[in-house]
């Protein structure tokens, strides 16, 4: 089983709709979570931490599942600018082993 | 400058020849990280050093030899890879003991072995 796992997609979702996708992980002893953005050919770029109690920023809400080890993004009014794949990050260990999903693909279309 | 930075942004390499990557992270954090990502796959983890010393070595192949002279620095050097090894090569940084941290990369070096 791989230690982190996501819906490779594609999401395709009208402009102004919303989307939400989870990420599972497997290891229970994770310590902290990320969502990550990257576009073609770039870099990883951190969209948000996720907290225990479930945080917001924006259009974007991210929910930590510790029993069911999952964690889920939601993005209300999709923009055109939200296309793009989001990597779900865990981290589990003090010295930093960040782990990586396979990442989700989002398409927003007019 | 800020951030983290690599270079050479792009490299074409033959199979018999030696390159290094270089990353630098102005950011003051003491962890670096080298990651690979080839097409349709997740990022793979290759090595972490943690205040210059190596705590991570994910059964990378001896082709690729890591370097990192100090906190600030991180090399990635190549000798005789294989087409296989074709894919974006990225660095990252972060602070370890600070709750949540994260990572940061850079824009990465895309390598072509022909």
């Known amino acids: 089983r791989k230690e982190v796992e996501q819906d490779p997609g594609p999401f395709n979702v009208p402009e102004g709709a919303t989307v939400a996708f989870n990420c599972t992980y497997s290891?229970?002893?994770?310590?902290?979570f990320f969502w990550y953005r990257q576009d073609c050919r770039k870099e990883p770029k951190l969209l948000m931490s996720v907290y225990s109690s479930g945080n917001e920023d924006g259009r974007f809400t991210a929910q930590l599942n510790r029993a069911s080890q999952y964690i889920s993004l939601l993005i209300r009014d999709s923009k055109l600018s939200d296309s793009a794949t989001y990597l779900c990050v865990v981290n589990r260990n003090s010295w930093g082993k960040f782990q990586f999903g396979a990442g989700t693909q989002v398409v927003v279309t007019p | 400058e800020t951030g983290v930075t690599q270079t050479p942004r792009h490299l074409v390499m033959g199979m018999t020849n030696k390159k290094s990557l270089k990353c630098e992270q102005h950011?003051?954090?003491?962890?670096m990280y080298w990651y690979k990502q080839s097409a349709k796959k997740p990022l793979e983890l290759m090595f972490v050093?943690?205040?210059?010393?190596?705590?991570e070595n994910n059964s990378v192949p001896s082709r690729f030899s890591p370097e990192c002279p100090n906190s600030s620095h991180l090399f990635l050097h190549l000798h005789t890879l294989q087409p296989e090894d074709s894919a974006l090569y990225l660095c990252a940084s972060s602070h370890l003991g600070q709750a949540d941290t994260e990572a940061f990369f850079g824009q990465g070096t895309r390598l072509t072995v022909v």
């Open positions: 050093y943690s205040l210059e010393e190596r705590v």
């Open positions: 950011l003051g954090h003491n962890a």
């Open positions: 290891n229970s002893a994770s310590q902290s």
